[in-house]
Structures are given as structure tokens and as C-alpha cells.
């Protein structure tokens, strides 16, 4: 408790000490801009657009609105209601809103993430051994490296065998403990790269306070073969913290009791080596970061170290080469022909000019199972603000919601709503050529269905159509298609390491150049510090402990019908 109450009262000194968001150039309110205002008037004139014209119009469409990036990722964006003079007015957009100077400052380790006075320096984790990214005058990518190195040398030791666990077995179940920034992107990238995996460790991941996480992960495991990782950029997470204490009393039950096994059992990954120590791990078997990593961009440092024992480090260096690809590429190519840039514009006209307020993310792969959950974060801990770098309050829409799963299950499942339903939902599809389990026609079917699908979301079945089909009057209706629901296909060639972390890396971009567009600071979550703190409260008041609690009437009764339903 006590270590969850030093996080608050950590942010809370952090924001009384540094520089004010003040420092920050303020900047015209975004719909203030001429270029917003010619979007809006453009929008009005393309009120009544449908994609079935604009490709009967166009013979050069798809060509002109589709790109291939590094990797030969190819993205489609012509099923998305644009035209080339849409994607001008939003390019000048991303111009008038100092998009070139954001990325500059980022890639130069600027202090961009202003209410935490930090640098947001993610791409420095995938930065090549030659090069030089500086932070307070000191060249940060040796560090990077230095972990890495001894990420590898752990994820060796494991993967060999030649690391024993208390009693001299080795290692057969990897479990990694953590939450948000560090559960949902190795959980994500385990299942992602699971076909590169080594199959004779199980990986499992547990972030959940509720004890049925623990409980269920860990009741077939063996103890003594069994190594967390603890992962916790700030090592004071209430829900981290109470798992890793459960799995320290789980290990020292089922291996005697000797405190001496936490050592051959428990490694940690955090930038808080003080809080680490105090837990009981030794600093030898903990693997750092840094402040400028955000616990959503981590994936690729060492709060990937579960990724890297699954994979092994050559497969963890390609996709950490995958991701540095696609942040040369983000860093270097005009905004007109850069993937995370179009993409990022593509949203910010279907979100602010559009009015969709959800983003579905459906990659046609079994092993993105998880995708769409780890994109929550990243989008919606990023971009769900409400107030301007300048700490003016937003007059336009900023991060739709992003939901989810694989096709071809959310076919026989929500797709009935983004095909006939009310809301607009933008969506993204994301396919392989190359299958990684080459059975029968598996592959071709399962192409063959997001390609339909966006044919049918695009063009959808007029009436005529539908009649002409032979349909009775009275069903007609019920079986037509209005169509022009926009969407984007991205089609790799193969999902390897490589193209996994290009992926993640141009979903990454995406999500700064929109936070960027919108004058909002994408890198802090102030948003999720209040529920943390009257939990707190809450707490000593379920055990009856604390003095009668004074909340609202709702709390107080459903605290009350609590405690009588636990005797209390
Ligand atoms: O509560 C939100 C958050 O701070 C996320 O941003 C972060 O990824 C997660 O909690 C976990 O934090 P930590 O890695 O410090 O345990």
C-alpha cells in the first residue's frame, strides 16, 4: 500500500517540480486553422460521395491511394472515402500543424512529453549499436544495448537449460507478471510471434488483481521449474505487486521455504532498481529501462524479456530491425508517401470530419489474436484526452475507442453492425500472403474473406440489385447494402519478427502524428490516476477496518451489500 501511495505522490512532485506545459509553443486552436476549415467545407462539398462513384470515376484510384512501405508492407487506403484532394487538404493539415518539427524533437530525445517533463525516445530501443541518440547530454543507445546483450545472454541461459532453478531443474514455464505497458505487449507479442516460439517452455502472462489469474496460470506449473518475470516500469503497481508477492509465497511453499530460491526463480524488469531490491530480487537479475520509455511503447526494451526467451535473441533482433525500418521510413519520407503519416490522416478524417467515433482493428491472422487489445492501450491511453498541450480544453474529437478480434470469427459476430448498422466504423484489415501453417486452403479462404469483406463494406448491394436478384419486395430492404463504409487493407508479405515490428512501429507513428495534429500530449495518462487513488480509500473500508465509510449513496450501499455478502 504504502508503495502504491509513493507512485501518486511521485507524479504529484514531478508536476509540482518541472517546467511548466507553459514552456510549450502555444499553438491556434486546431479548428481555428484555414487548412481545418477548408477540410470542413471539402467534407460538406463530399457529403454525398459514395465509394461506388469514386472508383467508376477513377480508373487510376487504387493505385493513386494505396502505398508500399518498408518490408513491401502494402496499404490500400482507396476503400476510405477520400479523394486525392482530400488526402492535399489533410496533408497541409499535418503541415500547419508542425508535424516535421514533432518528429524532429522526438527523434532528437526532446523533452516532448511536457506534464512529465521526459523525452520520449521509444525508437532509441531499436536504434542500431552505431548510432548516437542524446538525452540530457548523454548518448543513450550503449545503455540499449547493454541490456540487450544481457537479455540475450538470460534468454540463452533459459532456452539451453543451463539455467537451473532451486532444486536443479531448469525452466519449463515462463511467467511474466505485470499490467498495461507491461502485460499487454508481451502477451500480444508472444501469441504474434508464437510460431517462432520455443514449444518446450509454456509462456503465460498474469496481470489481473483477481486471484483467479494467478490461481489459473500457475495451477499445473511446478514450482520448482517455474521462473517469473515481474515487470513493472515503476515496481509499485497495485495489481503487480500484489501477484508478485502471491508468486513468492506460491514458489517458497513449493520449494521449502528457502528465501535463497527467489534469486534462481524471479528475475524483474524496471527502472526502479531501489523498489526491486526492496522486493527481495537481486540487481543482477534485473534488466532496466528508462523514464523515456512509456509503459505502452515497451514492448521492444526489456520489458520484452519474455518475447526474447520465447524467441530467442536473433528473432528479437529482427523485429527490433523491423521496427527501426519503419521508424527510418516514419522519420525520412515525405508525408505523402509515409505509411504512418497516411494512415494517421485517414483517421483524423473519418474521427473529425466523418464523426465515426470506433476504430475496428481486424487482422485476418489467428496469431494476432491479441492485437486489438494491446492497440487499446496504445491508442486509447495515448490519444483519449481532452485537454491541448497548451491546457486549453479541445473543441474537436480525439481518439476514437479500438476494438477488435481476428477475422473471420467477428464476421459471424459484429460485422452485421459495421455492415447495416447505425454508427460509422472505420476499419482496418490486416493480412498475410504467405500463411505460417500452410494446411489445404486454409489461407485462400481466409484471404479471400477480408478481401470480400471490404468489397462488400465498400460497395455494398443497391436495391436494384438486391430485386433484380430475384428478392421479394417485402425483403428487399433488409438485404440491401448501402455501402461506402471506409476501410484500409494492409497486406504483408509474411508475419515474421520483422514485419511484426514494422506493424507495431506504424501503429506507434500513427498514434504521435494524430496526438500531434490534435495538440494533445499522447505520452502521459493523467486519465487513469483518480480510480487508482479512491481505490485506495476503498480498500481498508471493504475489511470493515476503517471507520464507516462516507461515499455517495450508490458506493456506500454497494460497499454495505459487500460487506454483508462477505459476513463482514
Ligand atoms: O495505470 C496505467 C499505467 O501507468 C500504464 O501506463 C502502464 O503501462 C501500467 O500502468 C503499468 O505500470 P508499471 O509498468 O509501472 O507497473
Redesign the pocket.
Known sequence: MATYFSKVQCYIATMTNMQTASSHAVRAPLNSLAQWKALQSHCSQQANAHLRDMFKGDAARAKSLSIEGPGKMFMDYSKQRVTTQTMELLLSLADASGLRARIDAMFRGDKINVTEDRAVLHIALRAPRTSRIMVDGVDVVPSVHQVLDRMSAFADSIRSGAWKGHTGKRIRNVINI?????DLGPAMAYDALCAYTARDISFRFVSNVDATDFAEKTRDCDPAETLFIV???????LE?MTNANTARDWALKGLGGDVAAVAKHFVAVSTNAEKVKAFGIDTANMFGFWDWV???YSMDSAIGLSTMVAVGPAAFKEMLGGFHEMDEHFRTTPFAKNLPVLMALVGIWNTNFLGAQTLAVLPYDQYLDRFSSYLQ?LEM?SNGKHVTLDGARVQWSTCPAVWGQPGTNGQHAFYQMIHQGTPLVPCDFIAFCEPLNPIGKHQDLLIANVLAQAEALAFGKTLSEVEAEGSAPWLAQHREFDGNRPTTTILCPKLTPATFGRLIALYEHKVFVQGTIWGINSFD?WG?ELG?VLAQRIIPELSGAAPKPAHDSSTQQLIERYRAGRGR
Open positions: 505485470g499490467i498495461g505497458g507491461s515487470c513493472s516500469k515503476t515496481f509499485t503497481t503487480t512509456g509503459g505502452r492501450q491511453e495518462q487513469v487508482k
